[in-house]
């Protein structure tokens, strides 16, 4: 699709819902608080914002983040006449919001995702972007749009949350200078960073730590992966956020890690699987249990129990001859 063709959507649209995936992160929450604030302030329009699962406290200084609707809030015979999905590579990632996607007259799919299909009537994916922020801030410029100071910190977030601060691969040249241009607007991002990667609880880092300390490793120190049970998350008072968060990226980090994953328990005959790797393309590896994601990240949810869900990973990472 065309920029213009978006902007003529929304001018046509009276009702317009906005999209994240389930178990939203940095990247979906700011740029459907972004998209919030863009679509209010240049169309005179309020979408409804819809996330299906609990919202990380950590986000909780977004603005617009008040606004957000759980999935129970919906009325899913209700048909919008637009509904744009941020940040979602698939949309079974929409979980049970899918059918108010479905039912619309109007769809639009904005993605940075490398695995996106392309699955709405509208799509605006770009690979090459960082982040989906980074995408709909390249689409305010082809647009002309206005950019308050509101926007500009939850583009910021998504894009800071997305590169994890700068440090990650897919961050680039075009990444530096639309980060520097959102300061122009009045973020501050050394508050960011610190509501981001300085606020998480006691019990969190208790809890990561216990989980680094049960890592295994494999192929010559290669591939390191810890498990995640329920039963531990219950042990260190898991309130509904994502402990596992930044989890993965701890194993990275170690020298001789080539690929980390982490597996967390979803009952007992299925798993979720992040993983992350220096070099390595594992998006194939998550692609072939239905998941997907970035050459360097991805993650899918295996139905398989975690001890099960540890050999298919290994076998298919052996398959694909990553080590």
Known sequence: MTVNQLDDIIKNSKSILLLSHINPDGDTLGSVCAM??????NYKKKPDICVVSK?????????????VKSISDM???????????????????????????????????????????????????????????????EISQAL?????????????????????SFKFSNTTQRTMEIAGKLLSYGVDPSDINQKCYESNS???????????????????DKIA?????????????YNGD?????LTEKLRA???????????????????????????????????FGGGGHKLAAGAVVKSNVSGTIKLVLDEIKKQKLC
């Open 55 to 67: 919202v990380p406290s950590v986000y909780s200084f977004l603005p617009n983040i008040e606004k």
């Open 144 to 164: 002309n749009w206005k950019i308050s100071n509101v926007a500009a910190i939850c583009l910021y977030t998504a894009i800071l949350t997305d590169t994890g």
């Open 242 to 246: 994502d402990f596992t968060e930044g």
């Open 36 to 41: 919030y604030s863009l679509v209010e302030e």
């Open 202 to 220: 006691k019990d969190m880092v208790l809890f990561q730590s216990y989980c680094v300390s049960k890592t295994q490793f494999e192929y010559d």
């Open 254 to 288: 170690i020298k001789t890690t080539e690929i980390a994953f982490v597996i967390k328990e979803l009952n007992p005959s299925m798993s979720k699987i992040s993983m992350r790797s220096k070099t390595k393309d594992i998006s194939k590896v998550c692609a072939s």
């Open 75 to 137: 009325d899913l015979s209700r048909e919008y006449d637009l509904v744009i999905n941020l940040d979602i590579a698939a949309l079974d990632r929409c979980a049970e919001a899918a059918v108010l996607f479905e039912k619309a007259k109007y769809t639009v799919n904005i993605d940075h995702h490398q695995t996106n299909n392309g699955y709405a009537k509208f799509n605006v994916v770009m690979p090459e972007a960082s982040a989906t922020g980074e995408v709909l801030y």
């Open 225 to 237: 992966y810890t498990v995640v049970y329920k039963k531990d998350l219950e042990r260190y008072n």
